[in-house]
């Protein structure tokens, strides 16, 4: 009976971590995102007997559902609520899960394979079989080198792709203490250098900086030259296919942009509790342009900064001497609630999806408000048994990009690396 019950446990991990890590090849076909939550809600249902939790859970999990209940209250589009929470909270089925099951070790170094091997079949596939516009339904597919299309993976986007992989590699090297073989080095830098995201060369050289300060040596040489593969690549890159995306100006702006997106919202936040509703918006602007900090910035990625300019009409650049407050009149932002959208995030009155976005925490303040980032972290703290690790970290860093513990795979890896009850091999 207790070899039947393990067995399966472990169709049940196998149908979660499949469906999780593998829907996005499926898009365009079918939409699964919804069947890893089906499946450990089934899985809740059939065991909910066995299930274990600590009074805080409890209480997050109360909180948390009234935070909810709230949001809906307000919003009346119960689906955009439901994606909403789907994206920023989901991970709490995930934690749930895994807190009562007992992962074993060898499910780590499966699913590092497989999320490597998936990404180099993608590889393989897009740039010698199918166009990746018609094959993943993805319109953003760019050509370096004039020949290659690099993957979005199975996270929906390269970078997040490439730092989930880290993450896993990182977990195994140095919280299971697993001795990679040769192959499997070789497997992970090709993933890396073939992702040809900035993002992941960073992790990668953070990994690497990780194994001097620890004194890990097990095949430190390896590592090392991965990490002269990827200088190579971003000279080439460089010298030769800049007009696509050079590797230098690009961090640049990534960061300028980041710092910008997080100082929007934050300033959102502050005028919403020293400001009427009429003079929100005026003041909003003109202490953004009295920065001039936006000279640099196109419109679309101003708009991508912050749900109050969505709206905005298209203009190549702003600065402060184009900004006219007639913009915007013309253009039918919704008017905050101020305060109200400050707590509870603003989407208790958009009528439209707040997920994904380039800079994951400033969009997360904005959507989920005060109350839901106090509750975001609350949760992880409380049902997180193993924070002080290297791939937590990672999967964090990484996060500060886009939003890759929101991704359905990121929330199916950071739940097995701080929820889990690990047995060995």
């Excluded at 925490?361 to 106090?374: H, K, P």
């Amino acid at each position: 009976m207790m070899v039947r019950n393990q067995i399966n446990n472990h169709f049940y991990i196998f149908l979660v971590g499949f469906f999780s890590c593998f829907y996005n090849h499926f898009l365009g076909v079918y939409n699964l995102t919804i069947l890893p939550y089906l499946i450990i809600i089934t899985y809740i249902i059939l065991n909910f007997k066995n299930l274990e939790f600590t009074f805080s859970q409890i209480i997050i999990i109360l909180f948390l559902t009234s935070y909810f209940i709230v949001i809906n209250s307000y919003n009346e589009n119960l689906s955009v609520v439901l994606k909403n929470f789907q994206y920023w909270f989901g991970v709490i089925f995930f934690l749930i899960f895994i807190n009562n099951y007992k992962i074993p070790n060898s499910i780590y170094r499966y699913l590092f394979l497989f999320l490597c091997f998936q990404l180099l079949a993608e590889i393989i596939t897009i740039n010698l079989f199918l166009d990746q516009i018609n094959f993943l339904k993805y319109t953003y597919a760019t050509k370096f080198f004039g020949f290659y299309v690099r993957p979005i993976g199975f996270a929906g986007s390269t970078s997040s792709s490439i730092t989930i992989i880290c993450a896993i590699f990182c977990f195994l090297k140095y919280n299971i203490n697993y001795e990679f073989k040769k192959h499997e080095y070789f497997l992970f830098i090709s993933c890396v250098l073939l992702s040809l995201s900035h993002t992941g060369f960073i992790i990668f050289l953070l990994i690497l900086v990780y194994d001097m300060i620890t004194q890990e040596k097990n095949n430190f040489k390896i590592l090392i030259l991965g990490f002269c593969l990827i200088i190579l690549v971003l000279i080439f890159q460089e010298l030769f296919t800049s007009n696509v995306r050079s590797p230098f100006n690009h961090l640049k702006d990534v960061i300028g942009l980041k710092i910008l997106t997080l100082k929007i919202v934050l300033l959102e936040i502050k005028l919403s509790f020293n400001h009427t509703q009429d003079s929100y918006y005026i003041n909003l602007f003109s202490e953004l342009f009295s920065l001039n900090n936006l000279n640099n910035f196109s419109i679309n990625e101003l708009k991508s900064s912050s749900s109050y300019f969505k709206e905005i009409p298209r203009k190549d650049f702003y600065s402060g001497y184009e900004f006219i407050i007639s913009d915007l009149e013309k253009s039918k932002i919704i008017n905050p609630k101020l305060i109200e959208e400050s707590f509870w995030g603003s989407q208790i009155y958009w009528p439209m999806r707040q997920v994904g976005g380039d800079s994951a925490l400033a969009s997360m303040i904005e959507a989920l408000g005060i109350v839901g980032f106090v509750l975001y972290s609350l949760l992880i703290f409380v049902f997180g048994k193993n924070l002080k690790n290297v791939a937590f970290i990672i999967l964090i860093i990484g996060s500060l990009h886009y939003g890759i513990i929101m991704s359905l795979c990121g929330q199916f890896v950071m739940a097995l690396i701080i929820a889990n009850k690990q047995i060995t091999y």
